[in-house]
């Protein structure tokens, strides 16, 4: 069969002829065309004569003995395009989130092609991540696995896994955090063996890790990111320093001070050399938790002056970094017993988890604020924060960690208020022993962890 006979074929360059010209369907009807005859013309049916089919032609500038040199051009044309279109994207996701990002997304050539609209719905749906719009987010990314989806011929891509893994660093910031390490699992199970977005594995079991510990299950935690060590030559620097970082703070967890103390040590040695300031900032305010659980404050002090040395340097919107630094830092200057400059350092922690929607880090932050209003005497400061600090801990089922808030409030009320002590140290009483009968996963408290990776 020549060109000139499939009909289907040249319906569909008529039709995106017309549409490149910018003409109405309904200007090109007259006496031999009407709205019937250009439609089964474009959709390929067969009951239209070649004479009238080139008498659209000419009304289109176009001379029907010309068509297969025109599909030729055309299908050059369109490959032009793709690749042109391709770059242009590529180029918009490296700057994803600017000002100007949407703007060039919305300035694509209008395409049929299934992977490049795919594509955009997931680059729609990082620009409305960083800008934490999280329900328009979510949609870009269901749009794009749904396009996906309907086209088996880009089934070869890993834009599905980077859609859930999307999906679950948006529930993350939602501390969702069943959500969050449902989706990422999704994501490893569309995950394929290509070049294209071939770093979206290691993504994604990081990311897993992190929701783990975030449920209260370091130890699952740990087993995936021990089979992800077998492959660290495969591994970008950044998502190894990445893996250094969450197994120290998972160390800590569990008590291993010594052992987070010497993967952190060959963590912060990568990160200098690599000039990653977001993380050596992060690595030092970890290495100064693990000397203060060790008792060795003065080493702890050195550690968290260094990660405040580091602070003008790191990415103002990596929020969840500061906040971790400001808290611990707090903390420690707590047990040193400078409550005042305690206080303000904490003040300023529970303004950055607030701002980053980090709710375990909130709730600690005003837990320790609450005990600096209460060492000063500022009795109704320090239940305000203990009250709120005990709200996120409920809505994020951190059970230990609001057993632990009950008690400090009764003991605000122990010589001031016989029947709120009373009430606060029964409410303390049943959760321990619902916590005694493993009541709760969220046995340990969030510490911190690297934010969940994404493009």
Sequence with gaps: MTVLDDRKLVGDLLRKRIRELGIRQKDLIDD????????????????????????????????????????????????????????????????????????????????????????????????????????????????????????????????????????SRVY?????????????????????????????????????????DNMGLPLEALKVLEIMWAYQNDIATSSLLNMYSLQSILYNKLKMYEDSIKTIDVAIEIARQSKSYDHMYEMWTTLG?????????????????????????VRSKLLLLQSYHYTEKGKLLLDEGDVIKASLILIDAVKLSKKAHDGPR?????????????????????????????KVAQKLSFLEQECNIILKLAQCYENRDIIKYNQYYSLFYQLSIKLLNGGDRNMLQKKAQPDPPGD
Excluded at 292 to 310: E, M, Q, V
């Design 362 to 390: 909130q709730s600690e932050a005003q837990t320790a604020l609450g005990e600096c209003y209460l060492q000063l005497d500022r009795f109704s400061e320090a239940v305000e924060q203990f009250e709120e600090a005990r």
């Design 289 to 313: 938790v693990s000397y203060k659980n060790l008792g060795d404050l003065d080493f702890a002090t050195i550690c968290f002056n260094t990660a405040s040395s580091l602070q003008d340097k």
């Design 32 to 167: 031999k065309l009407t709205t019937a005859t250009i439609s089964n013309i474009i959709t390929g049916k067969k009951n239209v004569s070649k004479n009238t089919i080139s008498y659209l032609c000419k009304k289109l500038n176009w001379e029907w003995e010309k068509i297969p040199q025109y599909v030729e051009d055309q299908e050059q044309k369109e490959v032009d395009q793709s690749k042109r279109i391709r770059l242009q994207l590529k180029s918009i996701e490296a700057d994803i989130g600017s000002k100007y990002s949407l703007e060039q997304l919305k300035k694509i050539p209008s395409t049929d092609e299934p992977y490049i609209l795919a594509t955009m719905s997931y680059l729609q749906g990082n620009f409305y991540f960083k800008k934490e719009n999280w329900e328009k987010a979510k949609e870009h990314y269901f749009q794009s696995i749904r396009i996906y989806d309907s086209h088996p011929d880009i089934s070869n891509s890993n834009l599905k896994a980077a859609c859930f893994n999307g999906l």
């Design 172 to 212: 993350f910031k939602l501390n969702q955090f069943e959500e969050a390490l449902r989706y990422t699992r999704k994501g490893q199970c569309y995950f394929v063996e290509c070049e294209e977005r071939k770093y979206i594995q290691f993504y994604l079991q990081i990311s897993e890790a992190i929701y783990l």
